[in-house]
């Protein structure tokens, strides 16, 4: 019921802005179908491309990401492993030492913390130590962030952990033009690469042009996309709290008040560029995101303002909207405050903008 | 005639053994090479050249001398943090082992691993983080299984990391898969200052692996070393893998800040010098075979002497990397934004120091 509501909300932040027929004509993919068109893609294109993780391959993985894959390339390609991250994190990393292309899937990211070491001190430190002799051409793949009425410890989101770490490239794709096209540059990239998909987003069809479809279509790590122009405010986000933006944007139109929406699609290396390039234009900046607030994705850009020129375009202070500072409740109630809707978004966009706002 | 115990094998290696006055040669010379490469190490440590860590492979050369002399050119290996020795015969000068550790530009690694983190050709570096390594290892197995390019992996590790739990993952998944994968359990009696039965309920590291088949072996005699390993390599290509355990003892302390007396007495470390040392077995079996006369021993010594006394130069007269290099190869790809941030702003340009050896 919630998903089939979250995908209700997908289209209708869809439609405030895609208004022309022409995007209306173009084809929908789901995220599901992206990422598993780019697996698809890049398992056919280099062979020493490989799947492993839990269920990937019988079960046509967890979440169906991979379905369809192990009938097509079968056991070597399209590895089933035991519950066992730490082990199989490690293992991937060591056939990436050795020169192959692996994708480790974390059935869910928070799973990943039983494997961390391997991807910080195994994956992102080697190339360093070994002063660029062994690159790790790794992928790191799940989902992340808060899904819905799991609990605690399944419903958290990574990015500020992993880029936190140098030697890591971070991505989050919010739809499925980002899914599949960071996926695909993910899996081509000399680097480890850990890319936070988005669970309650997989079953989620986007519009996407023909372009999308295309075996090179790639999308380049450490770029953002501005989601939708606007003169007036900045709103920066990733993964689903991009869609929290453009449906506050939506509100925020009727006030009167042009928010320009910011895909960050990578959070390492983080596209400072376009975010100083917007608030040039529109002075007013605020973050969106689900994670927690203390040293989180929005903490970093705030930081970021601070140290550049961009910082005296700035006409009030940067605003924050995260995920609540506690663990997330199962209770429905709580658990729906626990994360940024996009009233919160239109509240601190309206409390930056103040008796400027709407007056343009 | 040498001695093994056997865990799940009907046959073990090899009893009667062949040695030829080119091998004696060559093996004696390795065995005094580390001895005295570790010699050079200390003596390094004391003049205060060698920061941080520094574990001495002392007492355990005939471990690392017999496994490299039964090596085949595609075979590859990876270690924990005891790895001067094991580096050297993979290929790393002694030079280049001891300018390593004194963190100079002609190091292995150009000085900014140390004593950890030396990488050559199908030596996948030693691992500052205790038992990390054997799951690299059996990704790297993994590699060469999916290459089918009939190489077979040695993944070194203590009594200590022997109770690390991925190793029980990386066992399961290995026989699972019928990696090409050697667990080599070097069993010096003491993980830092817990003495093996004090660490583990299962003291036979050779049973460690239930049902892996497992082989106990004197690693104070280097033929016995070689020969176990030439059994492990058939084993590990035609039936799978297995763990040999190398019974062997460190003089020296856990690492250079450690007397080692406070967990054993002086009068055990004296008793192994003397009954159990690995050179003097060595030399006394060359001489009684008469292989190699008491000059060319001598011989031997000289040169090996001459090797560590340049190496000892170079490694204290080089220069360290010019600064630039501090943000040198944290990617081997691009990255976005060539500019990493230094300890005041986003002003270091990244950039590759070299381009062999990679996988791209």
């Known amino acids: 019921m919630l998903r089939s509501r979250l995908t209700q909300a997908a289209s209708a932040a869809q439609r405030a802005f895609s208004t022309s027929p022409k995007v209306l004509a173009v084809k929908q993919m789901t995220v599901r179908d992206g990422l598993n068109s780019a697996l698809d893609d890049e398992l056919a294109r280099d062979d020493r491309v490989f799947l492993l993780g839990e269920e990937v391959a019988q079960y046509d993985g967890a979440y169906k990401v991979s379905r369809g894959l192990w009938k097509k390339y079968g056991d070597k390609r399209i590895i089933d492993t035991p519950i066992t991250e730490m082990g199989f994190a490690g293992i991937a990393v060591g056939a990436a030492m050795a020169g192959l292309r692996p994708i480790c899937e974390f059935m869910t990211f928070n799973f990943s913390m039983q494997a961390i070491d391997h991807v910080i001190n195994s994956a992102a430190k080697t190339f360093y130590m070994s002063a660029g002799a062994v690159n790790v051409p790794i992928v790191f793949r799940g989902p992340n962030g808060a899904s819905a ?158 140290e550049d020129q961009a910082f005296f375009e700035l006409d009030a202070p940067v605003w924050r909207c995260c995920g609540v500072d506690v663990p997330m409740p199962y209770t429905k109630s709580l658990e729906l405050n626990a994360l940024p809707r996009e009233h919160d978004v239109t509240a601190a966009a309206l409390k930056v903008l103040g008796s400027k706002a709407g007056k343009k | 005639m040498l001695d093994y115990k056997l865990h799940k094998l009907e046959m073990g290696p090899d009893t009667l053994v062949a040695l030829t006055e080119r091998e004696a040669a060559l093996y004696y010379r390795q065995l005094v090479a580390i001895r005295r490469l570790e010699a050079a190490a200390a003596q390094l440590y004391r003049e205060q050249l060698v920061r941080g860590f520094c574990h001495l492979y002392t007492g355990q050369e005939a471990c690392a001398v017999g496994l490299c002399a039964a090596l085949r050119p595609q075979d590859n290996l990876i270690a924990g943090y005891r790895i001067h020795g094991w580096a050297y015969l993979m290929g790393v000068t002694a030079a280049a082992v001891l300018a390593e550790l004194t963190g100079r530009a002609s190091g292995c690694a150009q000085g900014k691993g140390g004593s950890m983190h030396m990488y050559a050709p199908n030596f996948y570096g030693g691992n ?233």
């Open chain 2, 128 to 360: 500052g983080i205790v038992g990390a390594q054997i799951s690299l290892g059996t990704g790297i197995a993994l590699a060469n299984k999916y290459r089918k390019n009939g190489a077979v992996c040695f993944a070194l590790y203590g009594d200590g990391a022997a109770n690390q739990g991925q190793i029980f993952e990386c066992y399961n998944m290995a026989q699972l898969w019928k990696l090409p994968i050697v667990f080599v359990c070097e069993n010096n009696n003491y993980g830092m200052g817990t003495s093996a039965w004090r660490a583990s309920s299962n003291t036979n590291y050779y049973t460690r692996g239930d049902y892996l088949p497992g082989v106990w072996v004197d690693g104070q005699d280097v033929l016995a070393v070689r020969s176990a390993t030439r059994f492990a390599i058939e084993h590990a290509q035609q039936r799978g893998p297995l763990v040999l355990e190398l019974c062997t003892y460190r003089y020296a302390g856990h690492s250079m800040s450690d007397p080692g007396t406070s967990y054993r007495t002086r009068e055990e470390v004296q008793q192994v010098r003397q009954r159990q040392d690995a050179i003097e077995r060595f030399r006394k079996i060359c001489l009684e075979m008469s292989l190699l006369t008491q000059t060319q021993l001598l011989g031997i010594e000289r040169t090996v002497r001459d090797e560590m006394e340049l190496a000892i130069k170079a490694a204290r007269t080089d220069v360290e990397l010019p600064l630039s290099h501090l943000c040198n190869d944290v990617y081997a790809g691009s990255y976005a934004q060539l500019q990493l941030r230094g300890v005041l702003g986003h002003n270091l340009e990244h950039a590759r120091s070299r381009t062999e050896s990679c996988h791209e």
């Open chain 1, 149 to 306: 009425g799991v609990a605690a410890q399944h419903s958290q989101c990574f990015a500020a952990w992993y880029a936190h770490c140098p030697g890591l490239k971070v991505v989050s794709p919010y739809d499925t033009e980002d899914a599949r096209g960071l996926l695909k540059s993910a899996i081509r990239d000399p680097d480890p690469v850990v890319v936070l998909e988005n669970e309650l987003l997989y079953g989620t069809a986007f519009p996407v042009d023909d372009s999308v479809a295309d075996v090179d279509f790639l999308i380049p790590i450490g770029k953002a996309k501005i989601m939708r122009p606007g003169k007036d405010i900045t709103i920066v986000a990733h993964s689903k709290a991009v869609e929290t933006a453009l449906l506050s944007a939506a509100e925020l139109a009727k006030k009167g008040i042009e928010a320009e929406i910011i895909n960050l699609r990578s959070i390492r290396p983080l596209d400072m560029e376009t975010i100083f390039n917007s608030v040039r234009k529109t002075h007013h900046l605020i973050t969106v995101e689900n994670g927690w607030p203390q040293h989180g994705v929005g903490a970093e850009i705030c930081a970021r303002f601070m």
